[in-house]
């Protein structure tokens, strides 16, 4: 077995010295561990980087960094995943207790858990979590929730969520096996508790959940939790299915009508890794004809994608109803909208146009051939689609007359490229970046 531990830090380097030094028999034993840093301001990766086998950065948030975590430790070649927070410590031989977990058939699990703290009802408060965790099934990141590889690409990874996604997840893992709750404990710092005091914090948990469960805005919760998430921003995937002879067809000549409709499936597919790696906000894709082909019925139902059919009409009539149906729902949600032919654009850009839009009436990546490869609304501003000449050169320019005409202010950032021509099929290979696992 292959374990990769990924650590999400921010600002932890005060502690993470002595977290990493636990995780040396791990290691020994040929365990790799990633920390994937979010933006740390006290030199958490100078701290991680000889106690590590690989320290990455990422979008700040956990559901963020811990994905891009899973990608790397992919591309090690790993076996099984654990989530492990900064703050939780595991016991010496977890690596074995996990291969006894996952050979019983589980496909994923995680550890009681003991809470160190001042309260002198910390312990309970443990025992009560450890119940309630094996009772209804769902694990928290404070029990390490470890996952076979496999079993977290074929579900998406974590969604892109501020809070609760390790219990999003969890509700997920469920349907596919009941976790292996292994009774060992890994102890986790009891600092909330502490902080801001024991039934204080109890109540606020339970409401959060119970809220989360109701279907409140995860954002909202975040921000009810102490944690200021990043800007949010709602995504709208606009994607063709990979039809052969009608998907990608300027690689036709390259690739041939079968192997155009496969880079489109794979396109897709990395701009929905792309999306939720972000976790800025809500997913929709937009599906050209329709949601009935198999490739977007898969991504519904085993990835829980939502997916919308494009209504008829031009490129700019689409992201109208596109847009129009986000600010219906969603009135003070950012709304970002992307196509699948840029393997250039990273969750970063995403969390960039997102912040843009806090100051902004609309941001625009522009695209190297005289188009965009994403643009961002505040408020709707239908007029940014209208009278464009689409698929032409001129589209950049006439978008930005038309955000002039409505009086709107909009930002651009730095251009990225698609992939339409073998030329740019070519630049793509070249660059080597064939992207995340979805």
């Known amino acids: 077995m292959k374990l990769v531990v990924v650590l999400p830090v921010l600002n932890e380097g005060a502690a993470l010295r002595v977290r990493l030094q636990a995780l040396a028999p791990l290691r020994t034993r040929g365990a790799w561990v990633v920390v994937v840093d979010g933006g740390s301001t006290d030199g958490t990766p100078a701290v991680a980087q000889p106690m590590a086998d690989a320290v990455l950065c990422a979008p700040r948030g956990r559901a963020a960094q811990m994905n891009a975590g899973a990608v790397a430790a992919a591309r090690a070649g790993a076996d099984v995943l654990l989530f492990l927070h900064a703050d939780t410590q595991l016991p010496p031989d977890a690596d074995r207790l996990i291969q006894a977990a996952l050979d019983s058939g589980a496909a ?170 972000a976790s800025t906000g809500p997913l929709t894709l937009w599906c050209a004809p329709d949601t009935r082909h198999r490739f977007f019925h898969a991504l519904r139902v085993r990835h829980g994608v939502v997916c919308q059919p494009q209504p008829p009409g031009d490129l700019g009539q689409r992201m109208v109803a596109a847009m129009a149906a986000h600010f219906a729902t969603r009135p003070h949600m950012p709304w970002l909208v992307v196509g699948t032919d840029c393997p250039a654009l990273t969750p970063a850009h995403l969390q960039h146009a997102a912040d843009a839009l806090q100051t902004h009436d609309a941001v625009l990546i522009p695209a190297e ?35 002039r005409e409505a009086g709107g202010t909009w930002v651009e950032l730095p251009a990225l490229w698609d992939v339409d021509e073998p030329a740019d099929w070519q630049r793509w290979t070249q660059a080597g970046l064939g992207g995340s696992v979805f």
């Open 108 to 277: 994923w699990g995680r550890f009681d858990v003991r809470i160190d703290g001042v309260h002198p009802l910390l312990p309970m408060v443990a025992m009560l979590m450890n119940l309630r965790s094996r009772l209804s099934g769902i694990a928290t990141g404070d029990q390490a929730l470890f996952v076979r590889r496999r079993v977290f690409e074929a579900l998406g990874g974590f969604a892109p969520l501020p809070l609760m996604e390790d219990v999003e997840l969890s509700a997920r893992l469920k349907r596919c096996s009941p976790p292996a709750c292994v009774a060992q404990r890994v102890a986790t710092a009891g600092r909330r508790w502490d902080r801001h005091g024991l039934w204080r914090t109890i109540v606020l948990m339970w409401r959060l959940r119970a809220a989360f469960a109701a279907g409140a805005d995860p954002h909202a919760l975040a921000w009810r939790y102490g944690y200021t998430p990043r800007a949010p921003a709602a995504v709208a995937v606009v994607a063709k299915a990979p039809v052969p002879g009608l998907a990608k067809t300027r690689l036709i000549p390259l690739l041939g009508a079968v192997g155009a409709a496969r880079a489109q499936r794979r396109f897709a597919l990395q701009t929905l890794a792309t999306v939720r790696s």
């Open 369 to 403: 051939d005289g188009g965009y490869v994403l643009l961002g609304l505040r408020r709707p501003l239908g007029c940014a689609f209208e009278r464009i000449d689409w698929s032409t050169e001129r589209v950049l320019n006439q978008t930005r007359e038309r955000l």
